[in-house]
Structure formats: structure tokens, C-alpha cells
């Protein structure tokens, strides 16, 4: 009679450590990503707007001027204007929205316990103009750098447009890369939609100043 095969390999897994996975797993995917929308639709509009707006402007004024310094100045222009009108324009909206929200609690507020209760945790969900006006203020200056680093050391004319397009491009897949993932959305669809609207604006901007120019209208 043949020996019994005592080759085998005993795995245990520890129940504790498969009950945590499966916590996390399931804690993933109950995440309500709408919590980020506030926050995160700031940073992210504010971030390709600061981008895509100062690189436009410097390819517009590269378009009909090949000086390093008039790209440069007329970003920093863009920069400063763009992101107070940025912050000015998202806490005037969050704090219509803001006030909209509590007058609707007004008229739904209960005089119970539970009423009050919930009238808390809802005035803890509640926008934050300011919040979203910093956000949107700060994401518009760091998306302005950008093309701003890109230019400002680099004295060949078409090297530098070159360089401004290559920076800006690599900035909006991230940029669009970062956004998809903290919204939970598909990554390749965010990034291909933020780089072609951002080319189209460059593209469209230099190409008309180039217009205006050719047409005797230059600085």
C-alpha cells in the first residue's frame, strides 16, 4: 500500500486581516466623491484656467512679438488679474449659492430635536465662499507659473513657444490626471479633454493676434 503524501502546505489566513480587507474594499467603494466637489471643481477650474489663460496671452503677444520680456510681462499681468478675479468670482458665486442653501433651511427647519440636529449637520455640509475663493485664487496661480517658468530663461523666439506648448501640455495631463483621480472619474478621458481644449485656446489666440497684426494692428 502506498505511504500517504504528507507534502502538503497548510495556508491560514487570519480571519481578522481578510475581515479589514474586505472593510477597506468595501469602504473604497461607498466613497462619496460628490464630498470633493466643492473644493476640488475650484481647484481644478481654477488650476486649468490660470494655465491655459497665461499661456494663451504669451502666445498671443509671442505672435506679434518676439522679446522675451513682453511674453513675461504680459503673463505676470495675466497671473495677478486672473487670479483676483478668479477668487472674487468664485466667493460671489459660492456665497449666492451659500445663501440660497440657508434660506431654504429656514423654511424647512423643525422645532424638534431631531430638527435641530439635522439642521446642524447640515449647516457642516454648507459651502465655504472662502474656502473656494482661496482654492480657486491659489490653483490659478500655480497653473500661471507654468508657462511663465517656461519662458522666462529662454531667449530663441521659436524655442521658447515651443517650450511654452511642450510645458503647458505636460502640466494638463497632470493637472486633468489629478482631477480624475480625486473625482473618481476615467484619467485618459480627463487628460485628452483638458489637453485639446487647452491647444485649441493657444492655438486659436495666437493664430488671431497673428491676424491682427499681419493687418497693421501691433503694439
Not at 18 to 35: G, I, M, P, R, V
Amino acid at each position: 500500500m502506498a505511504a500517504p503524501n504528507t507534502n502538503h502546505v497548510l495556508m491560514v489566513i487570519p480571519e481578522h486581516n481578510a475581515q479589514q480587507n474586505q472593510s477597506n474594499f468595501l469602504e473604497d467603494k461607498d466613497f462619496d466623491y460628490s464630498k470633493r466637489a466643492q473644493w476640488l471643481r475650484a481647484a481644478v477650474l481654477g488650476a486649468n484656467d490660470g494655465l491655459v489663460s497665461i499661456a494663451s496671452l504669451m502666445m498671443g503677444v509671442g505672435a506679434v512679438k518676439e522679446d522675451a520680456s513682453a511674453m513675461v510681462l504680459t503673463g505676470f499681468a495675466g497671473l495677478f488679474a486672473g487670479a483676483c478675479s478668479m477668487a472674487i468670482g468664485e466667493f460671489v458665486s459660492v456665497y449666492s449659492q451659500l445663501d440660497i442653501e440657508i434660506a431654504q433651511m429656514k423654511r424647512e427647519k423643525r422645532m424638534t430635536n431631531n430638527g435641530q440636529n439635522a439642521e446642524e449637520m447640515e449647516k457642516e455640509k454648507l459651502p465655504n465662499p472662502w474656502q473656494a475663493a482661496m482654492a480657486s485664487a491659489l490653483a490659478f496661480s500655480l497653473g500661471a507659473v507654468v508657462p511663465l517658468l517656461a519662458a522666462a530663461f529662454i531667449t530663441n523666439y521659436k524655442v521658447r513657444l515651443g517650450v511654452v506648448v511642450a510645458a503647458v501640455t505636460l502640466a494638463l495631463v497632470a493637472f486633468g490626471g489629478v482631477g480624475a483621480v480625486l473625482g473618481g472619474t476615467p484619467v485618459a478621458r480627463s487628460c485628452s479633454r483638458v489637453v485639446v481644449g487647452g491647444w485649441m485656446a493657444m492655438a486659436i489666440t495666437f493664430g488671431l493676434t497673428k491676424l491682427l497684426g499681419s493687418g497693421g494692428l501691433e503694439m
